[in-house]
């Protein structure tokens, strides 16, 4: 069981991750570039800017 400076700790860490994949995925879509992902337990080749479109849908 972890105790709650360990739990803050943890959840820091992981908006941190996901702030720079964001990031980075921007970057890709300035560029023109794609992103493999995870779909459906498979590698998908997407386009960045399509998948920047698809995590502003979600973070709203």
């Given at each position: ?31 023109g570039q ?8 498979r ?18």
């Amino acid at each position: 069981m972890m105790d709650e400076q360990t739990r803050k700790t943890a959840l820091q860490a992981e908006i941190s991750l996901k702030k720079a994949v964001h990031n980075e995925i921007r970057k890709k879509a300035m560029l023109g570039q794609y992103a493999i992902i995870d779909r459906n337990g498979r590698p998908a080749r997407v386009k960045a800017s399509e998948l920047v479109k698809e995590l502003d849908q979600r973070s709203q």
